[in-house]
């Protein structure tokens, strides 16, 4: 099973950037699937994770109102859209999908199954 995320890259403050990340030989349908990021020095958080049909999603606090993750099941990819950047955002952003339904496991790490190879996201101020 492969994870490939994609479209990280260089912002300033207040902009966007959208992430995707697309699973290879494996069926999604049964799966939630996240975004998790890791900052230098810091543990790998939470961002945000939507539940196998779509029909719910948490977020990190300090993303609520500004990201999005959404799921297109038939295309075994999940997004990400991140609005109103700011350069706390700066980090390694990861997806993941794991055979989770309890929403309070969703930012337990250890509960997911695959990881993607990671995408650089950083706001410059």
């Known amino acids: 099973v492969q994870l490939q995320a994609s479209g990280g890259g260089l912002v300033q403050a207040g902009g966007s950037l959208s992430l995707s990340c697309a699973a290879s030989?494996?069926?999604?349908?049964?799966?939630?699937m996240a975004w998790f990021r890791q900052a230098p020095g810091k543990e790998r958080e939470l961002v945000a994770a939507?539940?196998?049909?779509?029909?719910?999603?948490t977020y990190a606090d300090s993303v609520k109102g500004r990201f999005t993750i959404s799921r297109y099941i038939a295309k075994n990819t999940v997004y990400l859209q991140m609005n109103s950047l700011k350069p706390e955002d700066t980090a390694v952003y990861y997806c993941?999908?794991?055979?989770?339904?309890?929403?309070?496991?969703?930012?337990?790490?250890?509960?997911?199954?695959?990881w993607g190879q990671g995408t650089q996201v950083t706001v410059s101020s």
């Open positions: 993941a999908v794991g055979r989770i339904t309890v929403i309070s496991d969703y930012s337990t790490r250890e509960f997911y199954d695959y």
């Open positions: 030989t494996l069926t999604l349908s049964n799966y939630a």
């Open positions: 939507i539940n196998w049909n779509g029909g719910s999603t």
